[in-house]
């Protein structure tokens, strides 16, 4: 199934002259049109121009605007950091590590966040409005990758007038996001946070998503992509992948912990393939809620940003090679954090960078954190690596020049 | 914060204002922050236990976990000013090779060993017929993580041995004075550590 036209060639995502995206209506915070005066190069060789980025900011710009912060979102997640989800109505996915007071403290710095291109929150995606046709791209949007991710990112910096990103901060494809910012823009860059992530897509990695996709294109709804244009939706499949997923971002310790074995509403089994067991029923919970807010061609788009991750294959072969742009040590200073039970994206691979940016003396701390969560552990309320990130930002903004805290209030 | 261990201030003595540094076995950073804050020194450290390593980066000190022997071959030669490992050569597998990498990646090392060879030592040793437990070797020959023991003066001839310099020396008493300048058969003796700095011959 190819999703996007093999040879180079324009892609036409004009911009709406005036007026909203249909998505617009229902989702709060801010969104611009970037690329309309010169359209952007995919890595595909194709160019798009005119796409919508959907973005959230908390805090303020200062001065000289050296307090910036962009903070890079998983897979599944979204430009709502720390506010209610216009969807869910649960908290912001990284409520814990920032806000006022928090590691990464609004009071001081001015935070960033977007939705990913190709996502469906607001920034311009499959499910999107193709003006040319007047009807959704589906397939027919171009495949992005993590580096044209980052593209956009670094086109709405800009907008917003900021020349130099006090930080870049994301954990897993968020933290594959810091990597190519502080490779692609390393002057753009002063610190770069990231975590629980690799710098290349494993092969288990990809099979994973593999199985994430096939399930989605197995679902009869999904009608080969057209599934918003035949008025169906593929959730049975989106379901599965998000299930199939979701025990990988996890860890045995911590999914024992929670159920064991334990029987969900029942004395004993049933002898049939009901959800007996509480693993089985929360599995299914987390399908059935993540199609209400996630478009199942933006899952099939993202998770194949993520397979062609790979940082060192752009820089010729070698990892140590994307840290030295022009034969000279990146100027970033480097926090890599990983957690022990993380077997999605092991301590191993944040060591391999680690590993690579000693080769060429670049400033970098890393610490992995001991803990049974999986690799959900950066989403939660992990003490220490809170302290780890405050501790990192307030040594940077100290050798950045950024006045000490003043809680303003 | 700036109280640091005796020989962590003969070592930061050593050290040039505004100079690259890289501490091997930095612990919880003390000497790091020491030097931040006083030298005006670029520093990273290497630190093995967790507890350490954050520490170390929740007060804004660049370390990553990791393990010296396997570590510090990933570093380009010449990377640093000065490579240090304070009170940390004799837990290591293989010393010989660490110096020799000490000294490829950093133009300086400087090293703080215990002397095997203090009079204390020896006399433990001759007369109650037992390892030596002293204050600075202050474990038990089973649980110690201590597992190659010097001399100050099987140092001296390792350097020698292996192309390695040593430009200054300090040797220091129990309570961290010190009482010689330069390494000798009567330092061998009552030293109960020694301060080195090194570098590479010919470099």
């Known amino acids: ?409 | 914060m700036l109280d640091i261990r005796d020989d962590l201030k003969l070592i930061a003595e050593m050290v040039e204002p505004n100079s690259r540094v890289l501490d091997v076995g930095c612990g919880d950073g003390a000497l790091l922050d020491y030097l931040a804050h006083t030298k005006n020194v670029d520093g990273r450290g290497i630190e093995l236990s967790m507890d350490g390593v954050r520490q170390c980066v929740a007060h804004g000190l660049s370390v990553i976990q990791g393990d010296a022997e396997t570590d510090l071959k990933d570093y380009p030669a010449d990377a640093f000013d000065y490579v240090i490992l304070g009170q940390t050569l004799q837990a290591m597998r293989q010393p010989r090779d660490v110096l020799g990498m000490m000294c490829r990646i950093g133009r300086r090392a400087i090293v703080s060993v215990p002397n095997f060879g203090y009079w204390r030592v020896r006399t433990q040793l001759l007369l109650t017929g037992r390892m030596p437990v002293t204050e600075k070797l202050g474990y038990q020959w089973w649980e110690t993580p201590n597992i190659h023991f010097c001399t100050l003066r099987d140092f001296v001839v390792l350097t020698e041995e292996i192309g390695i310099t040593i430009e200054q020396s300090r040797i220091i008493d129990r309570a961290g004075r010190v009482i010689s300048r330069a390494h000798s058969g009567f330092a061998n003796l009552l030293g109960e550590q020694g301060v080195f700095l090194l570098k590479r011959d010919g470099s």
């Open chain 1, 1 to 409: 199934m190819s999703a996007s036209p093999t040879a180079p060639q324009p892609f036409p995502i004009t911009p709406a002259p005036d007026g909203p995206a249909p998505n617009d209506q229902v989702m709060p915070g801010q969104r611009v049109r970037l690329a309309v005066e010169r359209p952007m190069r995919l890595d595909s060789g194709i160019e798009i121009g005119g796409f919508q980025i959907a973005y959230q900011t908390y805090g303020r710009l200062n001065a000289d605007k050296s307090n910036a912060i962009f903070i890079c979102h998983a897979l599944t997640g979204d430009h709502f950091v720390v506010e209610k989800h216009p969807v869910t109505g649960k908290p912001g996915w990284w409520e814990m590590l920032v806000g006022p007071g928090k590691p990464v403290d609004t009071d001081r710095y001015f935070v960033i966040c977007s939705n990913v291109l190709g996502g469906c929150l607001g920034s311009t995606g499959p499910k999107d409005i193709d003006p040319a046709t007047g009807q959704p791209y589906g397939l027919s949007f171009p495949v992005v990758t993590i580096g044209d991710m980052v593209r956009a990112q670094k086109l709405l910096v800009e907008h917003l007038g900021i020349e130099k990103l006090f930080c870049v901060i994301g954990g897993s494809m968020g933290g594959m996001q810091v990597l190519q910012w502080a490779v692609a823009y390393p002057e753009s860059v002063f610190a770069a946070v990231p975590i629980a992530t690799a710098a290349r897509h494993s092969a288990q990695n990809i099979a994973f998503h593999e199985v994430g996709r096939q399930a989605i294109m197995a679902d009869p709804e999904w009608r080969g992509g057209n599934y918003l244009l035949e008025g169906t939706r593929p959730e049975a499949g989106l379901a599965v992948a998000r299930m199939a997923a979701h025990i990988t971002y996890l860890s045995e310790a911590a999914l024992h912990r929670k159920f064991g074995r334990n029987l969900q509403d029942r004395k004993s089994i049933t002898y049939g393939f009901d959800a007996d067991f509480q693993v089985e029923s929360y599995l299914r919970y987390q399908g059935a809620a993540f199609v209400e807010r996630f478009d199942a061609n933006s899952y099939l788009y993202i998770t194949r940003a993520m397979d062609y991750f790979d940082l060192a294959a752009d820089a010729g072969g070698s990892l140590a090679n994307a840290f030295r742009p022009g034969g000279k040590t990146t100027p970033v200073r480097f926090c890599l954090a990983s957690f022990s039970s993380d077997w999605l994206f092991p301590t191993s691979e944040s060591r391999a960078i680690v590993h690579a940016l000693n080769a060429v003396a670049a400033n970098v701390s890393f610490v992995e954190i001991e803990t049974d969560k999986g690799h959900d552990a950066f989403l939660l309320d992990e003490p220490e690596f809170h302290q780890v990130i405050h501790g990192f930002l307030e040594g940077c903004a100290e050798h950045r020049g950024l006045s000490v805290r003043r809680r303003a209030r």
